[in-house]
């Protein structure tokens, strides 16, 4: 009966079409979106507040930037463009797929139980269960700050969403990396999440203040470059050639993200829960 | 009576205590982020170079003693916020201690691990990035002054928790908190960086005193004098312990009807 159910599983499992996932992953977002609307008051709160925070946040660089004027060649208007591109991303990643901001404790402390039987990939599940309010406010922080940047036409608007999407990707990516080592080296929460906010520190700061060894880590490890710099000079910079570069990094990140994941859940030991997942 | 009340309380600092060296990792993440910052301020600073009134190395030691405050104080106010979520809020006021000073305990029992351990990543962080320390009597003013103002900003997490109890969750207030200290308490730059009119308003808050204040001596021009930074000190943590008495009996009595 065991052996039975196991291959219906795995027959679910390989059969399932790239469209039906596709489907699956709109319908689960719409589904976590519409979840975090259900208190509007609330949600409309954490999403300003969000964006009240980013803008106090600002203030530093611009007097900083008032002082200076240029760091290594950046100025106001380059802050203003990775600042935009970068709160759009982390908006989208949190709007979307909030669940990796749990990632972590629900590995070691068993919460995957509940999403394992289901028919369809279980990170992804995972990830689209809870979207958070807050990533509102930070795409439309995001975008705020690209429109006062002022140089974006409508022509350009696609690369401008792409450069979002694919940081959110990465984002999202390294997020999934570092919460996987709860697979093999238990509770990690604390350490995954100062990882994943170092990511997007890093990422908010000037590219030419790091260099040497620490660049190489920039954009591998602790990937800042793709999730700030490389995006935002897509966006000032439009081209088909940076466009599919990016597209083609944030699927690498994806890939190897999916492919970790993957091989983590072979080690991981349930924490015998008993949820409603709907 | 007073051994008694500092026996009862001090159990509950012993537990922070306890709990804080039971895990280490948050700790270690703690320290790491703060080298990171250090690291990364440093590279900023250098390339801004020198300003009008502080050297890119000073300006890497002050970051290191308001970093060092804000790192240090206890994120109790979640603690609080996932207890009143839970409902075991309902049992603990049942007990026959203050609610809120055996929170405020329980924090400072982590504060008494934490604080030290980050000024010492604060000293080896600043001594790397920074170079040479500060005279001695500057950092034992800094640092008596910080460890002080870390209790008084533990006892602010302990209000904002307390907000719990109306607002259900506090992480949109706490963003604004935190993000007000950035401005009004100078975290990144000295106050005088701002334009004249952020530091009338900053007078008005809290926020000096806790960060600009006790870091801002490593400065040629500090915010104000030690004593001066300790009376601002001893002004807040009367207002706050008087602020969190009176929401909490309120949120108390409101508890108790919404019980039965």
Request: charged residues 10%.
């Amino acid at each position: 009966m065991q052996i039975s159910n196991t291959q219906t599983l795995i027959s679910l499992r390989e059969g399932r079409s790239v469209r039906g996932t596709g489907r699956f992953v709109v319908a689960l977002m719409r589904t976590s979106v519409a979840a975090a609307m259900a208190h509007r008051g609330t949600f409309l709160m954490q999403s300003l507040l969000m964006a009240l925070n980013n803008a106090i946040y600002f203030t530093f660089w611009v007097v900083l930037l008032r002082r200076v004027t240029t760091i290594r060649g950046y100025g106001i208007t380059d802050v203003v463009v990775l600042y935009g591109t970068v709160a759009g991303g982390v908006g989208l990643a949190v709007l979307l797929a909030g669940g990796f901001r749990q990632l972590a404790r629900a590995i070691h402390e068993g919460e995957l139980d509940a999403v394992l039987s289901q028919p369809k990939p279980t990170l992804l599940y995972v990830l689209g269960r809870r979207a958070g309010a807050s990533g509102l406010g930070d795409v439309v922080f995001g975008c705020v700050m690209i429109a006062i940047w002022g140089h974006v036409r409508l022509s350009t608007l696609p690369i401008v969403a792409l450069a979002m999407i694919a940081s959110a990707i990465v984002m999202v990516s390294s997020a999934v990396l570092f919460s996987s080592l709860a697979f093999w080296l238990g509770p990690v929460e604390a350490a995954s999440r100062q990882l994943f906010e170092s990511v997007i520190m890093f990422s908010i700061y000037p590219e030419p203040l790091f260099g040497g060894a620490l660049r190489l880590v920039l954009f591998t490890l602790v990937p800042a470059g793709f999730v700030g710099y490389v995006p935002a000079r897509l966006i000032q910079s439009p081209s088909i050639g940076g466009a599919l570069e990016m597209i083609a990094v944030a699927s690498a990140y994806a890939v190897v993200a999916a492919w970790v994941f993957a091989h983590g859940l072979r080690t991981y030991c349930g924490g015998s829960r008993f949820e409603l997942v709907g | 009576m007073n051994t008694r009340w500092i026996r009862k309380y001090g159990a509950f600092a012993r537990i922070g205590f306890a709990a804080t060296q039971a895990g280490p990792g948050e700790l270690a993440a703690r320290v790491a982020f703060f080298f990171l910052i250090l690291g990364v301020f440093s590279s900023l600073w250098r390339a801004v170079g020198h300003s009008d009134s502080a050297t890119s190395a000073t300006m890497v030691w002050y970051l290191a003693i308001t970093e060092w405050v804000l790192l240090s104080a206890p994120m109790i106010q979640f603690e609080i916020e996932a207890e009143v979520r839970r409902g075991d809020v309902a049992y603990q006021i049942a007990r026959p201690v203050s609610y809120v000073g055996a929170h405020v305990a329980r924090a400072i029992g982590t504060l008494a691990v934490r604080a030290p351990v980050m000024l010492a990543t604060a000293i080896i962080g600043g001594r790397l990035f920074a170079g040479p320390l500060p005279p001695a009597a500057t950092i034992a003013r800094a640092v008596a002054l910080g460890a002080v103002a870390a209790v008084v900003m533990t006892t602010y997490h302990v209000a904002l928790g307390l907000l719990a109890f109306w607002l259900g969750d506090i992480a949109p207030v706490y963003w604004i908190w935190q993000k007000l200290s950035f401005v009004l308490g100078g975290l990144l730059l000295p106050l005088t960086y701002y334009p004249a009119f952020v530091g009338r308003v900053a007078a008005f808050t809290p926020f000096p005193a806790l960060l600009t204040g006790p870091a801002s001596f490593v400065l040629d021009r500090p915010y104000a004098t030690p004593m001066a930074v300790c009376g601002m000190l001893a002004l807040w943590l009367a207002m706050v312990s008087i602020g969190a008495g009176l929401v909490f009996r309120h949120a108390a009595r409101t508890l108790q009807l919404n019980g039965g």
